[in-house]
C-alpha cells in the first residue's frame, strides 16, 4: 500500500477545470476524471478537502465589469460553486467515497453550513469536505477562500490544479520560450506578479508558511503524484533561497 507524504491536503480548482474541451458548464468525462483521483488519495489515507469556483457557470467579475451590482454578482458565483461542489459529491459518491459539502453561505436544504470545528471532523473520519460559496462575503476569490479554509483546517499543502504545469514567467500558452519555475517564494511570487494567485492568497500562505504546490490538472495522475510527494509542477513555500530554480 503506498504511503502518503501528506496528513491532509486541500486541493484548489477552478470552475473551468470542470469544462473539458466545452464552453460552458461541467464535462462529464472531466469530472469523472477528477473524482477518481480525488477518491484514490482518500483511498491512500490523506485527509482531503476541496476548495471550488464557479467559472465555468457563473463569472460574477465579468457581470460586475459590465454594470452590474458587484456584490449580487460575486453572491451569484458563491451559487455556482455550491452547483460545481454538488456535482463533484456526486461523482464522488457514485465511486463509494464518503463526502459532504460545506457551504460558507447558508443553503441548509442543499449541503452543510461551515463550521471549521465539524469540517476538521469529517476530515478525521476519512470523507472528502468541499468547501463551497468561497469565503461567503464579495470581493473575494476563491484563490483566498482556499488559502483561508487550509489555514483553518491546518492543511500540509494547498494544491492548486491549472491548465499548465506550474509557474512560467510568462503565459506559456502564448509564449514558447516560456520558462517554468521549479521553485519559488512567496515574495518572489508576489514582487514578479507571477499568476499564481491573487495577491490575498499569496499573503495569506506566506504568514501561515502554508506550501502552495501548483500543476497541472488536466494531466491524468498529477494530482495523486503530488499527494505522493512526488515532484510535480511548482512548489511555493518560505524557502531558503533568495532566488527561484529554473527548470
Same mark, same amino acid.
Given at each position: 500500500?503506498?504511503?502518503?507524504?501528506?496528513h491532509?491536503?486541500?486541493l484548489?480548482?477552478s470552475?473551468?477545470?470542470?469544462?473539458?474541451?466545452?464552453?460552458y458548464g461541467?464535462?462529464?468525462?472531466?469530472?469523472d476524471r477528477i473524482?477518481?483521483?480525488?477518491?484514490e488519495?482518500?483511498a491512500m489515507?490523506?485527509?482531503?478537502a476541496?476548495?471550488i469556483g464557479?467559472?465555468?457557470?457563473?463569472?460574477?467579475?465579468?457581470?460586475a465589469?459590465s454594470?452590474?451590482?458587484?456584490?449580487?454578482?460575486?453572491?451569484?458565483?458563491m451559487l455556482a460553486?455550491?452547483?460545481n461542489?454538488?456535482? !463533484?459529491?456526486?461523482?464522488l459518491e457514485?465511486?463509494s467515497?464518503?463526502c459532504?459539502?460545506?457551504?460558507?453561505v447558508k443553503?441548509?436544504?442543499?449541503?452543510e453550513?461551515?463550521?471549521?470545528?465539524?469540517a476538521?471532523?469529517?476530515?478525521e473520519?476519512?470523507r472528502?469536505v !468541499?468547501?463551497?460559496?468561497?469565503?461567503g462575503?464579495p470581493?473575494?476569490?476563491?484563490?483566498?477562500a482556499a488559502?483561508?479554509?487550509?489555514?483553518? !483546517?491546518g492543511?500540509?499543502l494547498l494544491?492548486?490544479?491549472t491548465?499548465v504545469?506550474?509557474v512560467?514567467n510568462v503565459?506559456?500558452?502564448?509564449?514558447?520560450?516560456a520558462r517554468?519555475?521549479?521553485?519559488l517564494t512567496?515574495?518572489?511570487?508576489l514582487?514578479?506578479r507571477l499568476?499564481?494567485?491573487d495577491?490575498?492568497? !499569496?499573503?495569506l500562505?506566506?504568514?501561515?508558511?502554508m506550501?502552495?504546490m501548483?500543476?497541472?490538472i488536466?494531466?491524468p495522475g498529477?494530482?495523486?503524484?503530488?499527494a505522493?510527494?512526488e515532484?510535480?509542477g511548482?512548489v511555493?513555500?518560505?524557502?531558503?533561497?533568495?532566488?527561484?530554480r529554473?527548470?
Amino acid at each position: 500500500m503506498t504511503v502518503p507524504h501528506y496528513h491532509r491536503i486541500l486541493l484548489k480548482l477552478s470552475g473551468e477545470a470542470l469544462l473539458g474541451d466545452g464552453q460552458y458548464g461541467i464535462a462529464a468525462d472531466t469530472l469523472d476524471r477528477i473524482a477518481d483521483e480525488l477518491a484514490e488519495i482518500s483511498a491512500m489515507g490523506v485527509q482531503v478537502a476541496v476548495v471550488i469556483g464557479g467559472g465555468n457557470i457563473f463569472r460574477g467579475a465579468g457581470l460586475a465589469a459590465s454594470g452590474m451590482d458587484r456584490v449580487k454578482a460575486d453572491q451569484m458565483g458563491m451559487l455556482a460553486t455550491v452547483m460545481n461542489a454538488l456535482a !463533484i459529491q456526486d461523482a464522488l459518491e457514485r465511486r463509494s467515497a464518503h463526502c459532504r459539502v460545506m457551504s460558507a453561505v447558508k443553503i441548509n436544504q442543499v449541503c452543510e453550513d461551515y463550521i471549521r470545528r465539524r469540517a476538521v471532523r469529517h476530515l478525521e473520519k476519512g470523507r472528502v469536505v !468541499i468547501f463551497a460559496a468561497g469565503t461567503g462575503n464579495p470581493f473575494f476569490t476563491t484563490d483566498s477562500a482556499a488559502s483561508l479554509r487550509a489555514a483553518e !483546517i491546518g492543511a500540509e499543502l494547498l494544491l492548486k490544479g491549472t491548465k499548465v504545469d506550474g509557474v512560467y514567467n510568462v503565459d506559456p500558452l502564448d509564449d514558447p520560450a516560456a520558462r517554468r519555475y521549479e521553485q519559488l517564494t512567496y515574495d518572489e511570487v508576489l514582487s514578479q506578479r507571477l499568476e499564481v494567485m491573487d495577491a490575498t492568497a !499569496i499573503v495569506l500562505c506566506r504568514d501561515q508558511a502554508m506550501r502552495i504546490m501548483v500543476f497541472d490538472i488536466t494531466s491524468p495522475g498529477a494530482m495523486v503524484a503530488a499527494a505522493r510527494g512526488e515532484p510535480v509542477g511548482t512548489v511555493v513555500d518560505p524557502g531558503q533561497e533568495a532566488s527561484a530554480r529554473e527548470d
